[in-house]
C-alpha cells in the first residue's frame, strides 16, 4: 500500500479544524466504521478523542438523522464507567461531510490489548475486576431504555488510573438502521454476536449479556469460544452450540462455570434479563469466593491513548455473510463445539455486517471439522444423519411456511402517507393499514409539535403487515431547559446542548447572589420554557458569589458594642490582641483585621480580628493625699514618683504630670509634687 493511500487511510484529516472548533492533532486507531483520533476542543481548551464516521455513512441523510439521535443518547448516559459523550455534529469540510463524534479521552489501552499483553488466562480477580465495571456502565444504558449492541474487548477502556470503561453506546445501530445496509443486514462483531442477532438481528438487553459472557469466557481462557477460517463458520456457531465450560480449557471453580454458561445460553430466556441481574450474580459469586477486587494494569509496552484499535493498513473491508440459522436439536448433537486452543493468539475483532436470514431462506451447513484419523466412517455417517435430518426439517418449514402465506400471514401492506399528520391520525392511519408504529421524536423549527416529520419505510413502500414503520414526530422548536440554580456551568453547558441550543456564557454578565455558590449557574437568557430556533444561543449567567459587605466601622467602640455590632452585620468577631492608642480608651476598639471599610464576601461567616486598646487615663491627684494616690495609680497599673523639697507624712499633692485625663501605656509613671 503507498504512502499517499496509507495517508488518505489515516492521517487526512490531522491538522484540521472540525467546525471551526475541534482540532485532529493526531491518528489512534481506524475500525471498519470509523476513525479516531486525538483532538482538542479549542474553545474549552480541553483534550478530546475524536471520532470520525467513515465517508460512507456521511452521505447518508438516514445515518446521520440517525446518528445524531443515538449520539444526544449517548451523552444522556452519565457513569464513571461510561466513556463520555461531549459533542457531535458533521463537518462540511471542501471534499467530503464528516460525521463525528466528540468523547472523553481515556489514556491507557483496550482490553484487548491487555489480553494479548498476557498472552493467555487472566487472573480470576483480574477478569471479576474487569467485568464488574463493564457491566455496571451496561447497567445505566440498560436502564435507559439503551442497549450497546457490540460488546467487545476493543470497546472496553482501560485507563491508566486503572479506571475500566465501556466506549461506543449505539453506533452500530446507527450503522445497522441506516440507508447503507438493508433491512437484511445486520453489523456486530461476529465472535461476540449472540444467536439472536446473527438469525433475526433482534437486539435487547440480555445480548448484551450474552456479549459480555462471551468476553468474561474469553480473559478466563485468553481466546474466545469459537473461532473459524471465515466469520461465516463463527456466526454458524453461536447459533448451533452451546458455549462450552471456560473449565474445559483452564482450571477455574465451578460457580465461575456456571455464571459464564448461565450468560451465554442460546435461549435468550435462560440468561439474565439485563446487565443489572447478571451484575447481581457476579457479585454473589465474587463474594461467595471471597475475592478482593484488583487493579487493572495497563499492559507493561508503551501506554497508548485508546478508543479504537489499531488496525493495519491492509485490513479487509467490512464483509457481508450469507444467512444463518438454527438447526434443529439431533442436528445440533451432531455438531459438537470444538475445544479452542489456549495458546493461539487472539486476533482482535472488528465490527461486520453480516446477512441476516429471510424467512423460508435456505442455507448450507458449513462442512464439519477435519476427522481424526481412524474415525472417518462414524463421520461419515453422521454426516448421512445430518443430511437426512436437514431434508426433513426444510420441507417441513417449506410446508409450513406455505401454509403461513395462504393463510394470510405472510401478505403485505404499503405504508400510507402519513407525513404532516397528527401523531393520533398517523397511528390511526397505521393501523388500518396493518402497520404497528415506533415513534420516534425531534426537533424542528418550522413543524409545529405532535406533527409526523418522516416516516420509514417511506409513503408507497410496502412493509409487511404487522410489522413496525419508523414515526419520526416533531417536538417543535427546541425549549430552554430549566437549570436549578446552583447548576455546575459544564453541567448546564451540557443539558442546553442536549436541548439542541448553544449555551454562551459571558463573565462580564454574571451577577452576585447571596445563595447561589461562586462559579455555579443562577438563571438563564430566556428563561426556561422560551421556544427558540434550534442552535440558538442561550446565554448562562453565572453567580459571583455573594455581594462583598464592608466591615462595619467600629473605632472607638467598647469591646462588647463592637462584637455585637460585627455579629449583626454577617461576621464572626474575634480577639485580635491590644495595643496602645493615645486616642482610644483602654478596652475599646482601634482597629480590625480585615481593616474597617474593606469590602469582604459573606461566604459562611468570615472572621474579623478585633483589636482594642490598652491605654490608661490619667486620674486627677490634686488635693490626694501621696499614700491614697499611690495605691490609686497602683491599681490602674501604673506608677506615682513623688517630688518634694522635705519628705514628710501626710504630704498631699498640688500638681501633675501628664494631666488629669491623658492616657498613657501601661507601667507609665505619673510626676506629682507634694508639700
Known amino acids: 500500500m503507498t504512502s499517499e493511500t496509507q495517508q488518505g487511510r489515516g492521517n ?34 480541553r483534550p478530546v478523542a475524536l471520532k470520525v464516521m467513515d465517508e460512507r455513512y456521511s452521505g447518508d441523510r438516514s445515518f446521520v438523522e440517525r446518528f445524531e439521535r443515538e449520539a444526544r443518547s449517548a451523552a444522556k448516559l452519565h457513569h464513571n464507567d461510561i466513556v463520555a459523550v461531549f459533542d457531535q455534529g458533521v463537518d462540511h469540510g471542501s471534499n467530503a461531510d464528516h460525521v463525528y463524534l466528540v468523547m472523553e479521552l481515556v489514556e491507557g489501552c483496550t482490553l484487548r490489548d491487555l489480553i494479548l499483553d498476557r498472552g493467555g488466562p487472566l487472573p480470576l480477580a483480574m477478569v471479576l475486576s474487569v467485568l464488574q465495571p463493564v457491566l455496571s456502565a451496561l447497567t445505566v444504558a440498560h436502564r435507559a431504555g439503551m442497549v450497546h449492541r457490540d460488546v467487545k474487548p476493543e470497546n472496553v477502556l482501560i485507563g491508566n488510573d486503572g479506571s475500566v470503561k465501556v466506549a461506543d453506546f449505539g453506533l452500530v445501530r446507527a450503522a445497522a438502521e441506516a440507508g447503507t445496509t438493508s433491512g437484511s443486514v445486520i453489523l456486530g462483531t461476529v465472535a461476540y454476536l449472540s444467536p439472536e442477532q446473527v438469525t433475526t438481528g433482534a437486539a435487547d438487553a440480555s445480548t448484551d449479556v450474552y456479549a459480555a459472557g462471551i468476553i468474561a469466557y474469553e480473559m478466563l481462557t485468553g481466546r474466545p469460544p469459537y473461532t473459524g477460517d471465515t466469520a461465516m463458520s463463527v456466526a454458524y456457531q453461536h447459533v448451533n452450540n452451546d458455549v462450552p465450560p471456560p473449565s474445559h480449557a483452564v482450571e477455574v471453580p465451578a460457580a465461575i462455570d456456571a455464571l459464564v454458561l448461565r450468560a451465554t445460553r442460546r435461549d435468550p430466556q435462560q440468561r439474565p434479563a439485563d446487565a443489572e441481574s447478571f451484575l447481581a450474580e457476579v457479585q454473589q459469586v465474587r463474594t461467595d469466593l471471597g475475592i478482593a477486587p484488583v487493579a487493572v494494569p495497563v499492559p507493561s509496552s508503551e501506554a497508548r491513548t485508546a478508543t479504537l484499535p489499531p488496525v493495519t493498513d491492509d485490513e479487509p473491508e467490512t464483509e457481508q455473510f450469507g444467512p444463518v440459522r438454527a438447526q434443529p436439536t439431533r442436528i445440533e448433537a451432531a455438531q459438537p463445539p470444538q475445544p479452542t486452543r489456549a495458546d493461539a493468539p487472539a486476533p482482535r475483532q472488528h465490527t461486520r455486517a453480516l446477512a441476516r436470514p429471510a424467512t423460508g431462506q435456505d442455507y448450507e451447513t458449513p462442512p464439519p471439522p477435519h476427522p481424526e484419523p481412524g474415525f472417518e466412517p462414524e463421520r461419515r455417517r453422521g454426516r448421512r444423519k445430518v443430511a437426512l435430518w436437514t431434508t426433513v426439517v426444510l420441507v417441513l418449514a417449506a410446508l409450513v411456511g406455505g401454509a403461513a402465506f395462504w393463510l ?46 418522516s416516516v420509514d419505510p417511506e409513503e408507497g413502500a410496502t412493509a409487511r403487515n404487522g410489522s413496525a414503520v419508523e414515526l419520526v414526530v416533531s417536538l417543535g422548536k427546541p425549549a430552554v431547559p430549566e437549570i436549578d ?12 446542548r442536549n436541548a439542541r441550543l448553544k449555551p454562551v456564557h459571558d463573565g462580564s454578565a454574571d451577577e452576585y447572589h447571596p445563595q447561589v455558590p461562586e462559579g455555579s449557574v443562577v438563571r438563564t437568557e430566556p428563561a426556561a420554557g422560551a421556544r427558540l430556533n434550534i442552535s440558538s444561543d442561550v446565554q448562562l449567567i453565572v453567580s459571583k458569589g455573594p455581594e462583598p459587605v464592608q466591615i462595619p466601622d467600629v473605632r472607638g467602640m467598647s469591646r462588647e458594642e463592637a462584637f455585637a455590632t460585627l455579629r449583626n452585620a454577617g461576621f464572626a468577631p474575634q480577639d485580635a490582641g491590644q495595643q496602645f492608642d493615645a486616642e482610644i480608651d483602654a478596652g475599646h476598639v482601634i482597629s480590625t483585621d480585615p481593616a474597617i471599610g474593606e469590602e469582604v464576601k459573606l461566604v459562611g461567616k468570615p472572621r474579623v480580628g478585633v483589636v482594642t486598646s490598652n491605654a490608661v487615663p490619667v486620674p486627677s491627684l490634686n488635693g490626694v493625699p501621696v499614700s491614697q494616690a499611690e495605691q490609686q495609680v497602683a491599681q490602674l497599673g501604673l506608677k506615682l514618683d513623688v517630688k518634694s523639697l522635705f519628705q514628710r507624712d501626710g504630704m498631699v499633692i498640688f500638681g501633675q504630670y501628664p494631666t488629669t485625663g491623658s492616657r498613657v501605656k501601661p507601667g507609665s509613671a505619673i510626676h506629682v509634687t507634694a508639700f
Not at 491538522?15 to 474549552?44: F, K, N, Q
Open 12 to 45: 487526512g484529516l490531522v491538522g484540521s479544524l472540525l467546525e471551526g472548533r475541534y482540532r485532529v492533532d493526531s491518528l489512534i486507531a481506524r475500525g471498519g466504521m470509523s476513525t479516531v483520533y486525538r483532538g482538542m476542543d479549542t474553545r474549552l481548551e
Open 408 to 453: 394470510g400471514l405472510g401478505s403485505t401492506s404499503t405504508v400510507p402517507n402519513v407525513v404532516g399528520l397528527s401523531e393520533a391520525q398517523a397511528q390511526q392511519n397505521l393501523e388500518g393499514a396493518g402497520l404497528e408504529a415506533n415513534i420516534s421524536r425531534e426537533n424542528d423549527n418550522d413543524v409545529p409539535e405532535g406533527i409526523v416529520l
Open 485 to 496: 440554580p446552583g447548576t455546575s456551568l459544564s453541567q448546564a453547558q451540557n443539558e442546553i
